[in-house]
């Protein structure tokens, strides 16, 4: 993993103009680590466009980009990195351009791989990798790489009104926060808490694959997390595409192998999925992107604790939470 602590320069006057509403938010240190920090967003859907601009808003030291598929019509509008007159070309090159555009001072790259073909030691280059829209045998094998060399690892997803972030930090992901208190004489004293939080793999957390485990009363309850499962067996399976019932009766085979009562599975959210819609729902994305944008800095500044560990998003039901796995 390349080290955070790279560069603790001082900032040029052109950074300082440029980031000057968050040097006041967050201060020049955190800064400077977010300018230290390296990049990897594989997958480049409406939720990967959201992300990428968010991170190089941030003005973190470079971001790569990678995703092996082209653009369709589907991907527009919510891929808004990419000009519409780039259909078929590659989703990761089309988006250098406008995005290099956004901040000058971030080296933004792109990569046709595709993510499951890497080898080990690519991801040595990166301190958070963040995969979007793959199939969760690819992520958790990504995930296990990364673990493996402390690199931090967010997982997204958005299928029409739903969407999640799921993260894995390690097993000692150490930060800070910190708050004021204010005397009766008016004397603000600042207070700093340092924290040390342990987070679970994405194997350990999601029943992706290991569905004769007991699930939690969090998974059993959480629906975005039960749709997510039943998108990754429509993956596997090449269904997503498939005629509502069938889709209805894979559910009812998801709900099956997680020993689940029918009755528990939320039915009435499956027309609003939105499965064979790859893009998602450009709302959701944007809400997803900015909650993703807002983790990485908090993990590269290790300023405030980061969420711990499924973020999920519900805009049928108007429910946003964050839940242990």
Not at 244 to 251: A, G, K, R, T
Request: aromatic share 8%; glycine share 6%; net charge negative.
């Amino acid at each position: 993993m390349v080290s955070g602590e790279e560069s603790k320069a001082d900032l040029s006057a052109g950074e300082a103009k440029l980031y000057d509403r968050q040097l006041r938010l967050w201060g020049v240190e955190a800064q400077q680590k977010l300018r230290a920090t390296n990049v990897l967003i594989a997958g480049l859907n409406s939720v990967g466009a959201e992300v990428c601009k968010n991170v190089v808003l941030t003005g973190v030291n470079s971001v790569t980009l990678m995703d092996h598929r082209n653009l369709g019509k589907s991907d527009f509008p919510g891929q808004f990195m990419a000009p519409f007159d780039t259909i078929g070309e590659n989703r990761a090159e089309a988006s250098v351009e406008r995005l290099s555009s956004l901040n000058p001072n971030v080296k933004v790259t792109a990569s046709n791989v595709n993510l499951s073909e890497v080898s080990d030691e690519y991801f040595d280059q990166f301190n958070i990798v963040c995969v979007i829209d793959y199939p969760f045998e690819v992520v958790n094998k990504v995930d296990a790489i990364c673990r493996s060399k402390n690199i931090s690892f967010l997982v997204a997803d958005c299928f029409g009104a739903f969407g999640y972030m799921f993260s894995d930090l390690g097993e000692n992901f150490k930060c800070h926060s910190e708050t004021e208190k204010k005397a009766p004489d008016g004397e603000v004293t600042k207070i700093v808490e340092h924290h040390e939080v342990t987070f679970k793999s994405f194997q350990d957390s999601i029943p992706f694959a290991i569905f004769d485990e007991v699930l939690s009363k969090q998974q059993k309850t959480n629906k975005v997390l039960l749709l997510s499962l039943l998108k990754d067996q429509l993956v596997s399976k090449d269904l997503l595409a498939a005629e509502f019932d069938v889709i209805v009766d894979e559910f009812l085979e998801v709900s099956s192998k997680l020993k689940l009562d029918a009755d528990a599975m939320p039915m009435y959210l499956l027309a609003d999925a939105s499965f064979h819609q790859m893009k998602g729902n450009a709302e959701v994305a944007a809400v997803l992107g900015g909650v993703i944008g807002q983790e990485i800095i908090k993990i590269a500044s290790r300023n405030d604790k980061p969420f711990n560990n499924f973020f999920s998003y519900n805009a049928v039901d108007c429910v946003a939470n964050v839940v242990p796995l």
